[in-house]
């Protein structure tokens, strides 16, 4: 059957809540502003300014709130008009936001765990916020805690908006162990593999492409950015796609993304990247490449020869200088280590250097060829014939794509979010990356812009660089690939700690390597040992390494990392001392813990810092101002931080030293306005104090005052620098500056995957050149293989009403919506004709078995043809456990109760999607 979406009138949307919502859902707004009108006295109208929270693309908000007398609530959010980030408009989740603020399921008091109750059980008391103090001191003391045996859990709001105070904290009190919830999902798994070939990482998605001048757009494996939703790449897509662009979207079902393309490509699950390899090989065998930039701007003109072993090496002189022949000749050259030029020798002659040495060239007696010729004999064997085997798409059809991206300048293939799929996800993020690349669409009008904030870090660090100077406050002033080589090196060397212990992620990934089992090369902020250290498995120099202690910050890894039992188990160990959770509503995750700490929601707080405007393009300046104050006894994250650190160390002086030294925030004024700020706030006075010093040290940066600046900010909401045409005119990369990669050049050869290959990861995830990584969802069978009769491949996906936290789904207009397209949100989809086969009709209850794993969930079948027939799919924003999320408990399908525990060897990212299902009726 085909997917009807049903027009959602008023009138509609009332009655389809009416059964679990209805108009009751509308009121706490509603009902606060009709009461607002019913006192006496005039209302008074307020306008403030915030960021959205309810995900990762951080939309510019107005928020407008009515008040009269005492009384003040939020009426309306809606997108800042002044913002060119997300250009005035936000979606559904950001509208409704200010029904968080009112949820009455909200946490509104710390609680402390009801004695003789267990964890997993929402059984709790609540207390006071001496009482929570108390409580966790004398659990620390009485269970001798030490300060390497606590972890650290952060949500991607608390690396957006906190890592500034949570990563000063974990140095501050010798706590090397952060898990952040983002890392395994999406900035390691997907972002690192563009990042790898741009330059261009740091902890949230730092392209945002140009959709609206794009002549093609190419959808791979991504829905998120425009159909789950991100509205600064919405507002430019809509835009792209008004004037005139060709959308392609491969997708094994007809995603929000695909319905609004030309033509959907309902490719099999997780073979894009065969699909991309032969579109690579079709370009550059084809001649659809830009070759002035890739001569000049990238590293395909170094040359290369293979060592005995077979495996590629760089031609450097003694120095580490790449070699490269001058076009037309076999003369060599020697270029900088660490440039964006190539036209230039390290003698300063100017010379073109070419993307094919000469036939049979030889250096010292190494036969040597060019990178872009060790790629295409790297991709000789990917024709479009291969992959249509494993993809299910005709060669024909992979050959067109190829021709008409390279033709149909300017082109964007989509970046993509979403890492956690398939073992080759992070190889697929990287060919994307070089198909873009191959067409010189980097950093450019039509083509990937690189984030105003970031390319402003880059130009002042690589001016540091070239001065000869440190580079100070880290946090703030790294970029790319020199602030991940920051973040790695931080954690994984004991000696950053007094008492002496890397991670146990790292000496976790050491003792498997030393026993010859399978390890991650790069277990950055990840779990991967996470059990292992609470179960007393991890050895570290001959002694135990315990995780005895747990503060989760904004993340539910309960019910977003796989399966639900790893989390659930080792939450509730017994070598697990204590559990302390901040969050805003009761996460699955908050039933585990020992202590839950309220945190204010995002629309009653002034935040601690003013930011760069996200993945603008446009340099602007933001932050939050609470539009009302908090309604219940919630406290600021830094504070609760602050005193976190008296209770575990008492060292806060050196809790202060580090947000100095690693973000700037200068120490002394953060103190002298703390003594200021302790008088005014009862809460939050921590937070106030380091809010005044970032607006004082960001105003002079500009050359405005304080006042100024909090002037703009008040009214305008965005304090705009620069625009996007104006910044890639004078700091373009890499056409006018370096990119933060080793070479400093756009690497289609990976010296970050060189450097895992060397020290003896030999899997096909770490080639440094681009390569086919295979993937097994069967064990001993092929992807193109017939399925049994009731055997399905997986995929899932992102709610455009639910974001990444979920607990959003507890809003009730949004819980609202999702009731009036239950069997699309909720249900299970698959074909009608492997439906009819299996005796499966419309709606019917049915059980799902994971054939890897013997996992097993139900659902009901929403049938429809939008969608591979040998295929199914699930959105991931539903089955929440926890009773106390009173709208979406109990709700549809929990994939990760379908997911079990697959990491890849890079950094530990999950194979989410890496087995097939068994589905039959219930």
């Not at 950001?94 to 004695?115: A, C, F, H, N, W």
């Not at 398939?422 to 198909?435: T, Y």
């Not at 969050?583 to 810092?609: F, H, Q």
């Not at 500056?737 to 990976?750: A, K, L």
Request: one cysteine or more; glycine letters at 8%.
């Amino acid at each position: 059957m085909g997917w009807k979406i049903p027009r959602l009138s008023r009138r509609s949307f009332l009655k389809a809540s009416a059964g679990g919502a209805g108009v009751g859902l509308l009121s706490p707004v509603a009902g606060l502003v009709s009461q607002a009108a019913s006192e006496d006295g005039e209302v008074e109208t307020e306008i403030t300014h915030s960021i959205c929270n309810f995900c990762s693309s951080l939309c510019n908000l107005k928020v407008k709130t009515e008040k009269r007398g005492a009384s003040k609530r939020i009426v309306k959010l809606a997108g800042n008009p002044d913002s060119t980030l997300n250009r005035g408009k936000i979606c559904a989740r950001g509208q409704s936001g200010l029904r968080q603020i009112y949820d009455t399921d909200r946490i509104k008091t710390p609680l402390i765990r009801v004695e003789g109750s267990k964890r997993g059980e929402y059984k709790f008391r609540a207390a006071s916020w001496e009482e929570a103090w108390d409580y966790i001191a004398q659990k620390k003391t009485n269970a001798d805690i030490k300060n390497w045996e606590w972890t650290m859990v952060g949500g991607w709001t608390s690396c957006v908006f906190y890592m500034n105070w949570a990563v000063p904290f974990a140095m501050a009190n010798g706590i090397p162990n952060i898990i952040a919830s983002p890392m395994q999902h999406c900035v390691t798994t997907g972002h690192l593999g563009t990042d790898s070939v741009t330059g261009n990482f740091n902890i949230h998605d730092e392209i945002l492409p140009d959709f609206d001048n794009a002549r093609y757009i190419l959808f791979v494996a991504n829905n998120a950015s425009i159909g789950a939703v991100s509205t600064c790449r919405m507002v430019r897509f809509a835009q792209g796609r008004k004037n005139g662009a060709k959308v392609v979207a491969l997708d094994p079902r007809r995603s929000e993304t695909a319905a609004k393309a030309d033509e959907w490509i309902a490719i099999r699950p997780g073979t894009d990247l065969p699909f991309l390899l032969a579109m690579m090989r079709v370009m550059m065998e084809e001649g659809y490449y830009d070759a002035p930039f890739l001569k000049r701007h990238t590293n395909m003109p170094f040359l290369l020869y293979r060592d005995d072993a077979g495996e590629w090496q760089p031609l450097v002189d003694d120095e580490g200088r790449p070699q490269v022949v001058m076009e037309g000749t076999r003369e060599l050259r020697t270029l900088k280590k660490f440039s964006n030029d190539n036209r230039t020798d390290i003698e300063g002659r100017t010379f073109c250097p070419d993307l094919k040495a000469p036939e049979g060239l030889q250096v010292d007696g190494k036969a040597v060829q060019t990178v872009f010729q060790a790629q295409l004999e790297e991709l000789h064997e990917y024709t479009p014939e291969w992959a249509a085997v494993s993809t299910g798409i005709k060669a024909e059809t992979i050959e067109r794509i190829a021709r008409e991206f390279g033709t149909s300048r300017p082109a964007i293939i989509d970046p993509g979010w979403h890492g956690a799929r398939f073992g080759n996800i992070m190889m697929l993020r990287r060919v994307q990356a070089m198909i873009q690349a191959l067409t010189g669409g980097i950093d450019t009008i039509g083509g990937w812009i690189q984030a105003a904030e970031y390319r402003h870090k880059a130009k002042e660090m690589f001016k540091a660089y070239d001065a000869g100077h440190e580079i100070a406050a880290p946090m703030a002033n790294l970029a790319g690939m020199h602030f991940a080589k920051m973040v790695i090196g931080a954690v994984s060397k004991g000696e950053n700690f007094s008492h002496g212990k890397p991670g146990w992620t790292w000496a976790w990934a050491a003792q498997q390597k030393e026993a010859g089992e399978q390890s991650i090369a790069l277990p950055v902020m990840t779990d991967t040992g996470f059990r292992e250290s609470i179960e007393g498995k991890v050895n570290f120099n001959g002694e135990p390494y315990l995780t005895r202690a747990t503060i989760i910050n904004a993340a539910n890894p309960v019910r977003h990392y796989y399966p639900d039992t790893y989390w659930k188990e080792c939450l509730s160990h017994e070598n697990m001392e204590l559990v302390v959770v901040i969050d805003v509503l009761p996460s699955d995750t908050a039933a585990y813990a020992d202590v839950i700490l309220p945190n204010t929601t995002y629309l009653e707080r002034d935040e601690p810092a003013v930011y760069g405007n996200g993945v603008n393009q446009d340099l602007a300046l933001t932050t939050r101002y609470a539009a009302i104050d908090p309604l219940y006894d919630t406290e600021e994250t830094p504070d609760m931080l602050y005193k976190l650190t008296e209770i575990i160390s008492g060292e806060t002086e050196s809790f202060l030293d580090w947000i100095e030294t690693l973000t700037g925030l200068s120490k002394l004024p953060v103190k002298a306005h703390w003594e200021e700020t302790r008088q005014i706030h009862k809460k939050g006075s921590f937070l106030a104090a380091c809010r005044r010093v970032a607006f004082e040290q960001a105003a002079k940066k500009i050359h405005k005052s304080a006042a100024e600046l909090d002037h703009t900010l008040r009214t305008r909401g965005v304090y705009h620098e620069e625009d996007k045409v104006r910044l890639i005119e004078h700091a373009g990369m890499p056409r006018k500056m370096p990119v933060p990669t080793d070479s400093g050049r756009i690497e289609f050869f990976s010296g970050l995957m060189y450097s895992l290959r060397s020290a003896g990861r030999t899997e096909p995830n770490f080639s440094p050149l681009a390569t086919n990584v295979p993937i097994s969802c069967r064990t001993g069978r092929n992807m193109h293989e017939p399925l049994a009769e009731d055997e399905f491949y997986f995929t899932y996906g992102k709610t455009p009403t639910v974001s990444h936290g979920s607990t959003n789904s507890n809003n009730p207009v949004l819980a609202a919506i999702n009731r009036f397209k239950n069997d699309i949100y909720k249900h299970v989809w698959i074909h009608p004709e492997r439906a009819e086969a299996l005796g499966i009709g419309q709606g019917e209850r049915i059980i799902l078995s994971n054939s890897l794993s013997g996992q097993r969930a139900e659902g009901n079948a929403y049938l429809t043809r939008l969608i591979r027939p040998d295929t199914l799919f699930i959105y991931s924003s539903f089955g929440v456990e926890n009773p106390a999320l009173t709208q979406i408990q109990g709700e549809g399908t929990a994939t990760n109760k379908l997911i079990p525990y697959q990491v890849e060897p890079v950094v530990a990212g999950f194979k989410s999607q890496e087995f097939t299902l068994r589905v039959q009726k219930a």
